[in-house]
């Protein structure tokens, strides 16, 4: 069966064949003077820049966004629907020559993003708000087929792309400023100073594939809210959302040079983290790269948001209820791939088998199928080889003496929703980061030896606490080593605004746009008369 190929003015000739959906393709190239009618055919419909849509079986190209233009390339990521396992779209891959021309274009936009006033960049990011939330059933089919991830979640990942980039633009109004008397000792009499954030510059942004769409928006909103150039270089498994999104930046006013999006090997995209013309870098992933990429730095400012084995810890005074319910989705929304993803949870003895049963109850009740459809509760993991590491990790635990109540099997990419007891802190499932759906729930005493257990981590990004009383919220915000502790909340849960970030191996400075953009500024001090 023929499917026509608009190859967009391509000079030079392509013909390859493509399996998908068990079928062979043969590609075709035909000139970018196509006619309107032929547009409007059975065949094919023109999409955007850069892209195609067969009708029927759908595949869609995307080329790297290179400071400002779509770029074609000889060599595409395909990308697959991991619920189908089936081809869906191709990017093209960005090679080290399109990397070069990113980031010397960037430099040269330092200046313009610099002059830009807030107003001007208050604009451009409430377009690009705008337009998400206009789109965000597109979006959020997007999400839901390259990273597996069920709808219902997925449009709320959509949603929250929206207002991370609402908030940026209202941020822009904001970016702090100060004046200092100086009067305070003698030689500083009548002279005063004025403290203000500058844009570091050149910004390299790095994104994981669990939030292909809202981590991409950590990075780029609060980049262009701080005026700084970036480099996108989303993950290879859902590139997808981030080239979507370029094409509504590629809407606004953004200087041409200050937004790339490349889909590239580590080996090309070396030069973000060693490339002394970057002087920022963002990354959200797994501690093993991220401790790393801090020795290859050299100078640059970063920023680390490495996940970890979260906790929550449910007291004798919280409403089991409300405890149970946020605690099954914070240990098994997305299949437990989330840097918070609620892994251990410590309850107090005297409710401890009450919370089990209704624990189990519940979890039985979530519904696994295709992504795609509405009332799915869970699908599938990333891929099959982190599903078979989570296999591995649950029958080792097993061997090992813990108890396994409910889930622990594996289909392919999908894993049962798994709960332990009896684990034992050395345990994989307890003491590294699962990202996958399994918990360990374990019975305590006192409070405090609740949060000896919590803080008896290498890791500290947020911890869940559920009490109602005051005591125990003081203490926990006291003494748990976490980033943020939240209050009858699992330590999955966050809004976008709020400080971000982990301590231990968890991560290094923090996300949440205000605190974001001023990570990406410098400040500046002026001693004046006054």
Aim: glycine fraction near 6%; proline fraction near 4%.
């Amino acid at each position: 069966m023929p499917l026509t190929w608009l190859d967009l003015g391509v000079a030079y000739e392509i013909w390859f064949m493509l399996s998908i959906f068990e079928k062979t393709y043969t590609l075709e190239l035909i000139s970018f003077n196509i006619k309107a009618s032929m547009l409007n055919s059975s065949l094919i419909t023109y999409n955007s820049d850069l892209c195609i849509f067969a009708k029927n079986n759908i595949m869609k190209f995307y080329m790297p966004y290179v400071a400002g233009e779509f770029i074609e390339t000889s060599e595409f990521i395909p990308v697959r629907d991991k619920y189908s396992d089936n081809i869906f779209a191709k990017t093209g891959k960005a090679n080290s020559q399109m990397l070069e021309s990113a980031i010397s274009q960037a430099v040269l936009a330092e200046k313009k993003m610099k002059e830009l006033s807030s107003h001007q960049k208050f604009e451009i990011l409430l377009h690009i708000s705008k337009r998400l939330l206009e789109q965000k059933d597109y979006f959020a089919e997007i999400i839901a087929r390259e990273a597996g991830k069920p709808l219902k979640y997925a449009l709320i990942e959509a949603e929250r792309a929206s207002q991370t980039f609402l908030v940026a633009a209202e941020e822009t109004k904001r970016i702090s400023s100060e004046l200092l008397s100086l009067d305070w000792f003698s030689h500083g009499q009548n002279k005063e100073a004025i403290i203000r954030l500058f844009p570091v510059g050149t910004v390299a942004g790095i994104t994981p594939f669990n939030f292909p769409l809202n981590l991409v928006a950590h990075k780029v909103a609060p980049a262009i809210a701080a005026g700084c150039p970036i480099i996108l270089k989303p993950a290879s498994a859902t590139p997808i959302s981030a080239l979507e999104l370029a094409h509504i930046i590629n809407e606004t006013s953004l200087p041409r040079g200050a937004f790339s999006v490349l889909p590239m090997n580590h080996q090309v995209s070396k030069p973000l983290i060693i490339d002394e013309r970057i002087k920022k870098i963002s990354f959200t992933g797994s501690p093993e790269i991220g401790w790393k990429m801090k020795t290859e730095c050299g100078k640059k400012k970063i920023t680390l948001e490495l996940g970890g084995n979260a906790a929550a810890i449910v007291s004798n005074s919280s409403n089991l209820t409300e405890a149970v319910g946020k605690c099954v989705t914070g240990a098994f929304a997305f299949s437990g791939q989330v840097c918070i993803h609620t892994q251990r949870i410590f309850v107090h003895q005297d409710v401890f088998s009450k919370f089990l049963k209704m624990f189990i109850e519940k979890t039985k009740q979530w519904k696994e199928g295709n992504p795609l459809s509405s009332d799915t509760d869970i699908s599938v993991m990333i891929d099959e080889p982190n599903a078979i590491r989570v296999e591995e990790w649950i029958q080792e635990a097993t061997s090992q003496g813990a108890t396994l109540l409910t889930g622990g099997q594996r289909k392919d990419c999908f894993v049962d929703p798994t709960v332990f007891i009896n684990t034992q802190k050395d345990m994989k499932i307890r003491n590294e980061e699962v990202f996958g759906p399994v918990v360990c729930i374990e019975p305590y005493q006192s409070f405090e030896q609740a949060i000896q257990m919590v803080n008896d981590s290498r890791f500290g990004l947020q911890a869940g606490v559920f009490t109602n009383n005051i005591d125990e919220m003081n203490l926990a915000y006291r003494e748990i080593d976490a980033g943020g502790i939240l209050i009858n909340e699992s330590p999955t849960f966050r809004i976008d605004h709020m400080p971000y970030g982990g301590i231990k191996d968890s991560g290094l400075g923090r996300e949440g746009l205000k605190y974001a953009i001023s990570e990406m500024c410098e400040m500046k001090v002026l001693v004046k008369p006054c």
